[in-house]
Every structure is written in C-alpha cells, then in structure tokens.
C-alpha cells in the first residue's frame, strides 16, 4: 500500500511539473521567480455559447454569446488562482492582468513556490513564459505620390484583382481588422476607408487616434485596402489594433488583447463594446518561430465568430524547410507565402511543413518589391518585401471574395475558392523537396496550393 502510495504521490508531482515549461523551469533555477501566463483549460466556454445560442441568430448575436460565455468561464477558472494571489503577503505581491478570449492569467515576478501552487489545480492547463513577437523586416524606398497615380500595382495586376473591379467588386460593405504596428490614417491612400467608429485600440497608449511608429503597418494596410492603385480591395473599409509596439516590445499581452478588440470591437479604453463591428477578416503580418501553439484559443474563438485569420509565413526560407512561423504554421489559418514578378517563389520566404507536419504555407501572393503606403508622411510611398506583404494580398481577395455576394461564406467555403483556383502551371519553384512533396506536385510545401488569383476564385463556380 505504501509503495502504490509513493507512485501515486510521484505521478501526481509529475503532472504538476509538466504543466510548467522549460522555460519557466529555467528562469526558477536562476532567478526563483519568473513572468508568466498561466493557461486554463477553455473548450468548455464554447461548448456553453454552442448550448446556448438559438438557431438563427444573427452575426452580432453570435459573436455576443461567444463573448459572454468566454468571460463567464475566465471569471470561473480562474477563481481559485485569485484566491492564492489574494494570500500573498504584500512583500511578494504580483502584478497580474487577465485576458478571456484564451483564458489566460499574466502574472509578472511570480515566485516559485507560487507558480507550484498554481499548477496543482486542476482547471490549470499551463504555465508559459509569455511570447515575444517579432516583425518581418522591411526595406523603405520612398517615392513621390505621382508614381502610383492611376496606375495598378505589379501585384494587384498578376492577382487579376482589376478584372473584379470592372465587375464593380472592390471589397464594399466588408471591414477588414489588422493587427500590427499601427497605421498612418492621415495619408491619402487610406483616410477614406478607415472606419473610425470602433476602428482603433492602442493596449499600450492608449492613443485616441492610429498612428505608426515603424511603418510596417502602414504599408501592410496600403496593400490590403489602399486607393490610386495600391490595395486590393479600396472600397473596403478598415480597422487596426497596435499588438506591435516598439517602446514596449511586441509582447503576448498585448496581441491577445489585439485579439479581443478584433473579437468585439471597443472604445480606446477597452469598454463600451460593440460587437457587430468585428471585421470579416483579420491580417496579421507578423510571427515568431515557436512551438507552443499559443494563440489556439484565440484563433479558435474567431473561427467560431465567423472571422477569417491570414497570417504571413515568414522570411526564413533561407533556414530550408519546416520553418513556418507561428501562428501560421496553425492549423486554423491560412498562412501565405511569397512570389515575385516572375512568378518564382520568393527566396526568403518560409518553406514547411509546419511544426506539426502540416502543409505550410496554404498559398503564396506577391509579396517581392510590393510598393505600397510609407508612414513618413501623406503622400509618400515605399517598397517593401516579404511575407508581410504577401499576406495583405490575400486578405484583400478575401475582402473582393466576400463582398461578390459572398458575406456569409464560412471559412471553408473561403479556403476552398482560394485554393481551388490558384495558378500552378507557370510557377517557377526552388530546388527543395520539403516534407517528402515533389517541388512540381500541388499542394506542396514551398507555395501551399499555388498563387493566388482572386479573379478565379471569386468567378469560378463553387467547388
């Protein structure tokens, strides 16, 4: 009895330390304390808005539910860690902050014995370093605003996106969200479609207004929805949450609360929310190279709101294959590469499969020497390069496929018009087989399915 005891005790410890990461473990041993986020376990959230929402109800109705029944289960969970927060003595009191789209606790300095603690109870299903978020670098080569005038861009053309436009497709009537390092909203190629209600959260600042400190952002947005011949879709309207931060770094916090303004969109001080203005769909030019799958339940909770996630691949094609960034290396997504004029796959962009062996990227979009809006000031223009840019060209298709009758089409239904009628016959791909695929069988792991032709996917008939 003794002996199956002193088992049961050491299974016990052992489930308790691997919900602790080795990076947390790592930080305990050097500084005995560490910054976390503690993760509870959330599917239960979204079977309770499933149980509860009523057939028929409406886009706003559905995302509400969703969101109740997120902050009801966070608030629930995490009662029993706020317990043993409240018993800390003041000398090793913590910062904590809370999110609930994941439902995931932040807790800065938190000392060992404390982190132990936490990952015995129960409803604890990790506890992790936060992330840091890295942005695509970026060349800028700025040009004056004559260059682009009534002129369609190399990209916009080779995705046939001006053929849709004399059909009067332009992206009406769909928002798009964008989470970045901010937008230059003053500049003539996009003041006209911001949509200024509900259209902008800064978790840092707290600025009333967008603005962009970096001008990845900026270019990003000039592409996905830019006038004069820079964006794909320039009737749609769009909206921007500044996740990356220069003075704060690119912190996991602040992207999930990224996440959760997109989810339901809110004043700049995160109350008076409004759900009926999330986007459609949401770019997201930027990843890191990890193995954890920490955005899951955010991405999760999107899908389930009928909000389409595209994330750029990355610019590690240099690395070889498997090198997919996260969270585009999530099954949820659709992760996008990048090409050039000729139609050769960029040379930095990143090659899967993904960590977890899936097909990555999911389709590629030009994203080589992309001319597109600078932050410097209204009228100035700028080159960019990589999967950053790639991914803009999708999320603008995305935005012409939904507006061409298309606004209730779920995520599948998207996916599929996309990669059902890409351009496979005249791409020219490196010399690599990644993942056991021949360079010359589609769907691979160098351009996912092929590249992009929104023309196609929005006039072809449903697969």
């Not at 962009?212 to 009737?235: C, E, F, L, R, Y």
Request: charged share 20%; hydrophobic share 35%.
């Amino acid at each position: 009895m003794v002996q199956y005891l002193y088992v049961a005790l050491a299974a016990a410890a052992t489930a308790v330390t691997a919900k602790i990461s080795v990076k947390v473990h790592r930080n305990l041993e050097v500084n005995k304390q560490s910054n976390v986020v503690v993760k509870f376990h959330s599917d239960e959230a979204h079977d309770t808005h499933r149980r509860r929402l009523k057939a028929g109800a409406s886009r706003t109705e559905t995302i509400e539910s969703l969101v109740d029944s997120l902050k009801e289960h966070t608030t629930t969970s995490q009662a029993a860690v706020k317990s043993l927060l409240a018993k800390q003595v003041e000398s090793t009191a913590v910062e904590v902050a809370t999110t609930w789209i994941d439902c995931s606790m932040y807790i800065d300095k938190a000392p060992a014995d404390l982190i132990k603690e936490i990952a015995a109870l129960a409803g604890v299903k990790s506890i992790d370093e936060p992330v840091v978020i890295a942005l695509d670098k970026y060349k800028i080569d700025d040009q004056p605003a004559r260059a682009v005038d009534a002129v369609n861009q190399w990209g916009i053309n080779k995705i046939q996106a001006p053929a849709l436009w004399d059909k009067g497709i332009k992206g009406d009537g769909i928002v798009v969200g964008i989470i970045d390092s901010g937008v230059r909203y003053t500049h003539e190629s996009l003041k006209s479609n911001w949509r200024s209600e509900y259209g902008w959260f800064d978790p840092y600042n707290k600025t009333e207004l967008p603005n962009d400190d970096t001008g990845h952002g900026t270019s990003v947005t000039g592409t996905i929805v830019g006038t004069q011949g820079i964006g794909v879709a320039p009737n749609a309207q769009w909206i921007a949450c500044k996740g990356l931060h220069t003075t704060a770094w690119h912190y996991q916090y602040f992207i999930v609360q990224c996440a959760q303004f997109m989810l339901c969109p809110h004043d700049k001080d995160g109350n008076n929310r409004d759900c009926s203005k999330a986007p459609h769909v949401i770019n997201n030019s930027w990843g890191w190279y990890e193995t954890n799958f920490w955005m899951e339940e955010m991405i999760a909770a999107w899908r389930e709101a009928g909000i389409i996630p595209v994330f750029a691949n990355g610019n590690d094609g240099f690395e070889g294959c498997a090198y997919s960034l996260y969270p585009a290396a999530s099954p949820q997504v659709i992760a996008v590469g990048s090409t050039d004029l000729s139609d050769s796959l960029a040379s930095d962009s990143s090659l899967g499969p993904s960590v977890r062996n899936r097909l990555k990227p999911d389709i590629s979009a030009p994203g080589f020497n992309i001319y597109s809006v600078s932050n410097d000031n209204d009228r100035s223009f700028t080159w960019q390069s990589g999967t950053s840019m790639a991914a803009p060209h999708v999320s603008g298709a995305i935005a012409l496929y939904l507006s061409a009758d298309n606004k209730d089409a779920t995520y599948d239904q998207v996916y599929a018009a996309l990669t059902n009628n890409v351009e496979t016959d005249r791409l020219y791909p490196p010399n690599k087989t990644c993942g056991g695929i021949p360079k010359t069988q589609y769907p691979n792991n160098l351009f996912g399915y092929g590249r992009l032709n929104v023309f196609k996917a929005v006039t072809a008939p449903p697969s």
